[in-house]
Structure formats: C-alpha cells, structure tokens
C-alpha cells in the first residue's frame, strides 16, 4: 500500500528483528493514519528535495518489537510517528543538511531530530498525542 509517492506501508512496518522472532507487527488503522501523516508531512518533502531514494530502516514498532529492539518505552515509533532512515547513496551528511535546512525555511516541522551516532543513520519523528510537544528538537548521539 502506498502512503506517498514514495513511501509504503511495507517500508514502514518491515522489520528483520520481526521477522525473526515471529512477531506481528501490522499497525491499528490509527497507526496507519499516523505514517501518512508522517510521509506526508516529512519523508515526502525530503524525498523530493533531496532527489534521491531514502531507506527506511526502521518505522513502526508495535509495543513487543519496540521492547525487542531496546526501545524507549514511549518510542513515537510505537505511534507510527517516528523513522530511522539513511541516504541509499550512503550519504546521509548530505541528506542531514537537506533536512535541517528545510527546518530552518520551515519547510517542515518535527518533534526531534536525531543524528544518531555520527549519522550511522537519522531519526525523525512528529508530534503525537501520545507523547508531549516538541519542535524541531535537534539532538546528537555519541
């Protein structure tokens, strides 16, 4: 199922860790409303100002496979509001820069932005009702 242009719903839920220990991770109809919100709103514009293909690593995670991976409790991917994400091309300097260039021009809105471990990949998320208002929260891991 396509959400956007270029983002599906199978990108979105797909998960290796899932996939091994058998856990079902097909998101509530709410959920999906949520990741096309979220492809809408974010992964589309930056998909088209960058220009090139952007893999999804991690999107939705129902409560069993957050707790599987090691997530925080709270994750906004639990709400289908959140994606890793990397650049195909590898590189995801450039595609950081795109997108806080585009939160600087106001050309999107998130709840955080996280560069995580040296842009090994890229996490962004929106606002949700499950979890307290943020905007354009930057953050860096080591």
């Known amino acids: 199922m396509n959400l956007t242009e270029h983002f599906t719903l199978e990108e979105l839920?797909?998960?290796?860790?899932?996939?091994?220990?058998?856990?079902?991770?097909?998101?509530?109809?709410?959920?999906?409303?949520?990741?096309?919100?979220?492809?809408?709103?974010?992964?589309?514009?930056?998909?088209?100002r960058y220009g090139k293909p952007i893999i999804v690593t991690s999107g939705y995670r129902c409560p069993l496979l957050n707790k599987k991976v090691g997530g925080a409790k709270n994750s906004d991917h639990r709400y289908g509001s959140a994606t890793d994400l990397r650049a195909k091309d590898g590189n995801n300097k450039e595609l950081w820069d795109i997108i806080i260039q585009m939160i600087k021009e106001e050309k999107i809105t998130c709840?955080?932005?996280?560069?995580?471990?040296?842009?090994?990949?890229?996490?962004?998320?929106?606002?949700?009702?499950?979890?307290?208002?943020?905007?354009?929260?930057?953050?860096?891991?080591?």
């Open 111 to 142: 709840r955080q932005l996280i560069n995580e471990y040296n842009l090994s990949w890229i996490h962004i998320s929106q606002n949700n009702r499950y979890n307290g208002y943020r905007k354009n929260q930057i953050i860096y891991t080591v």
């Open 13 to 48: 839920t797909k998960s290796s860790i899932a996939d091994k220990y058998k856990i079902n991770n097909t998101p509530n109809a709410t959920m999906i409303n949520e990741l096309r919100r979220l492809c809408n709103d974010i992964l589309e514009p930056i998909r088209q």
